[in-house]
């Protein structure tokens, strides 16, 4: 069974640029996470989807940070313009409904000059 | 709304044991323990749920205390491999939003 796929591995911008990253779950799993883990912190929820709703993302920077779930399979998170605290790396992960455990991708690496 | 872990940190030597303590102000339906080593993402290790029984992985459990809306991870005889940051993660509902702890950082000495 294929993992969580997450895309790009590296991103290294200058503030005020913006930037992308995408996720594909595992096939199957309805529901989608957002992380973001600052060096030396845990995981803070960005944004949670079921199928293609949102069922939380009262974390979420909304006047920068956006995210979508189009079809209820793979979702894209996007912040513009970028800051230097957005220097994180992006974790995605999904759950299926049986065992209820968290899988997570490999993170994207975020660093704003 | 995050859950509050202690230790922040631990040093052990090869065979000792640790107790991590995860606690939340709110009444929750499970909880979650992640390991993740630097550079990598979390790993799961296990769940516990609301009157569930105490849960094992390996020499590692954890156990659930209900009215103290409290989680502890128990590292028996530890090894090598067992460093690494411990996360534990909590959810009130089935499915509803999912917080990650501050991690408790795990050091394991020779």
């Known amino acids: 069974e294929a993992g969580v796929a997450q895309s790009p591995r590296y991103k290294i911008i200058e503030k005020r640029q913006s930037v992308a990253f995408w996720c594909n779950p595992i096939s199957g799993h309805a529901t989608l996470y957002w992380y973001q883990q600052i060096l030396g912190q845990g995981p803070k929820l960005l944004i949670q989807?079921?199928?293609?709703?949102?069922?939380?993302d009262s974390q979420l920077p909304k006047d920068r940070f956006s995210a979508e779930r189009l079809k209820g399979v793979d979702s894209t998170l996007k912040i513009q313009p970028a800051k230097l605290e957005d220097s994180a790396v992006y974790l995605c992960?999904?759950?299926?409904?049986?065992?209820?455990?968290?899988?997570f991708g490999e993170g994207s690496r975020l660093t704003v000059l | 709304q995050q859950p509050v872990q202690s230790p922040q940190a631990v040093i052990l030597r090869e065979g000792e044991d640790a107790v991590i303590n995860c606690s939340s102000s709110?009444?929750?339906?499970?909880v979650h323990w992640y390991r993740q080593k630097h550079g990598e993402a979390p790993v799961f290790l296990m769940i516990?749920?609301?009157?569930?029984e105490q849960m094992r992985h390996e020499k590692i459990s954890a156990s659930f205390n209900e009215k103290k809306q409290q989680s502890s991870l128990y590292l028996t005889a530890s090894q090598l491999s067992y460093s690494g940051t411990y996360f534990c993660g909590t959810e009130w509902n089935n499915f509803n939003k999912f917080y990650f702890g501050s991690g408790t950082k795990l050091n394991v000495k020779p």
């Open positions: 709110k009444a929750l339906y499970s």
């Open positions: 989807f079921q199928n293609n709703g949102v069922v939380d």
């Open positions: 992960a999904s759950r299926g409904l049986n065992t209820g455990e968290l899988f």
């Open positions: 516990l749920l609301k009157g569930g």
